[in-house]
């Protein structure tokens, strides 16, 4: 499967780029992490690369992973402050232009782009949305800086649509893919697989139904334990997608101190990515791709990667050296 018909399969925004300071946030993200990755493709690749501007996601949306509850405390600042885990030093009522709650609005534009990259993938073979990802989000709760969980939410839209039925998440993040592994807890139709440190928060995890917990001291075998998680998730289930957490937090120049377990160099990173995208495209199953974690000015060059190489997968660029 590939792009034939003119499709575009990126998707993104830009409220996309939080603005964090206009919060009133002090805090290491990588904010603009799709911004740079596809300004740096569209002036390198001219008007070939396009993308879609996506749609909020709905509160009926919504309400199909987390409890209604939780959803009407969206709209609160407070909720947001504890979601972000904001110290005293690190939110400044004073400094802001825009209330906290208002990341709400960005996030539900995030979780739509997600959505609509899991149906043009259904329909190409391949799509990314160059954001999103945010796996700590349970039903009842946001953890971790993820407030809405945008991949269950599209999993189930999906499901809801009769667009699909049996899902796998592939979670490569630095830490493991939570909440996802407590929505799809007991769901036999979607399997969750995350790659993660063992070390790293969160220090009490959930059960996927396939867990790799690396440890730093084995973090040399990174590429060979994805490789073997691979091989051994599709032989426990079969998908008709597959979602895939991109998270590059696991790269070396990542910022998140507490990311200091693994630090793998760019060229792994991108081999990893490579292995993903071409695993389940030698067996035509469709992929859809999001950013999930990574910090710092540095982490969009993990990202670039990946989406170059998907667009030479999908035959809307050929294939070539890249830059970053």
């Given at each position: 499967?590939?792009?034939?018909?003119?499709?575009?399969?990126?998707?993104?925004?830009?409220?996309?780029?939080?603005?964090?300071?206009?919060?009133?946030?002090?805090?290491?993200?990588?904010?603009?992490?799709?911004?740079?990755?596809?300004?740096?493709?569209?002036?390198?690749?001219?008007?070939?690369?396009?993308?879609?501007?996506?749609?909020?996601?709905?509160?009926?949306?919504?309400?199909?992973?987390?409890?209604?509850?939780?959803?009407?405390?969206?709209?609160?600042?407070?909720?947001?402050?504890?979601?972000?885990?904001?110290?005293?030093?690190?939110?400044?009522?004073?400094?802001?232009?825009?209330?906290?709650?208002?990341?709400?609005?960005?996030?539900?534009?995030?979780?739509?782009?997600?959505?609509?990259?899991?149906?043009?993938?259904?329909?190409?073979?391949?799509?990314?949305?160059?954001?999103?990802?945010?796996?700590?989000?349970?039903?009842?709760?946001?953890?971790?800086?993820?407030?809405?969980?945008?991949?269950?939410?599209?999993?189930?839209?999906?499901?809801?649509?009769?667009?699909?039925?049996?899902?796998?998440?592939?979670?490569?993040?630095?830490?493991?893919?939570d909440g996802n592994a407590?929505?799809?807890?007991?769901?036999?139709?979607?399997?969750?697989?995350?790659?993660?440190?063992?070390?790293?928060?969160?220090?009490?995890?959930?059960?996927?139904?396939?867990?790799?917990?690396?440890?730093?001291?084995?973090?040399?075998?990174?590429?060979?334990?994805?490789?073997?998680?691979?091989?051994?998730?599709?032989?426990?289930?079969?998908?008709?997608?597959?979602?895939?957490?991109?998270?590059?937090?696991?790269?070396?120049?990542?910022?998140?101190?507490?990311?200091?377990?693994?630090?793998?160099?760019?060229?792994?990173?991108?081999?990893?990515?490579?292995?993903?995208?071409?695993?389940?495209?030698?067996?035509?199953?469709?992929?859809?791709?999001?950013?999930?974690?990574?910090?710092?000015?540095?982490?969009?060059?993990?990202?670039y990667h990946a989406v170059?190489?998907?667009?030479?997968?999908?035959?809307?660029?050929?294939?070539?050296?890249?830059?970053?």
């Amino acid at each position: 499967m590939s792009q034939r018909d003119g499709q575009p399969i990126l998707v993104w925004s830009a409220p996309y780029k939080f603005e964090l300071k206009a919060f009133g946030v002090n805090k290491v993200f990588a904010e603009d992490r799709g911004e740079v990755v596809l300004g740096k493709l569209k002036k390198e690749l001219g008007e070939i690369v396009q993308h879609i501007e996506p749609r909020q996601a709905t509160k009926e949306e919504l309400l199909m992973v987390h409890t209604p509850a939780y959803v009407e405390s969206l709209d609160k600042t407070e909720t947001w402050q504890e979601i972000l885990e904001l110290k005293d030093h690190e939110f400044s009522r004073e400094s802001a232009t825009r209330d906290l709650k208002e990341i709400y609005e960005d996030v539900k534009l995030q979780t739509g782009g997600t959505i609509k990259a899991v149906e043009i993938a259904l329909k190409t073979g391949l799509a990314a949305s160059l954001g999103g990802g945010f796996h700590h989000a349970y039903a009842e709760k946001g953890t971790g800086f993820c407030g809405v969980n945008d991949v269950a939410i599209a999993i189930r839209s999906a499901q809801a649509k009769g667009l699909v039925k049996k899902v796998m998440i592939v979670d490569l993040d630095f830490h493991q893919g939570d909440g996802n592994a407590s929505v799809f807890q007991k769901d036999a139709d979607v399997f969750t697989f995350s790659v993660h440190s063992e070390e790293g928060w969160p220090e009490e995890k959930e059960t996927s139904d396939l867990d790799i917990g690396i440890l730093s001291a084995e973090q040399h075998l990174y590429l060979d334990k994805i490789k073997e998680g691979l091989e051994l998730a599709m032989s426990r289930f079969q998908p008709e997608l597959v979602v895939y957490l991109a998270g590059s937090d696991p790269y070396e120049k990542c910022a998140l101190p507490g990311s200091h377990f693994i630090k793998r160099p760019l060229a792994e990173m991108r081999k990893r990515d490579e292995l993903v995208i071409d695993f389940f495209q030698s067996r035509n199953i469709p992929l859809a791709m999001v950013f999930s974690g990574g910090y710092g000015r540095d982490v969009w060059e993990v990202h670039y990667h990946a989406v170059h190489y998907m667009l030479e997968k999908a035959g809307i660029i050929k294939e070539a050296a890249v830059t970053a």
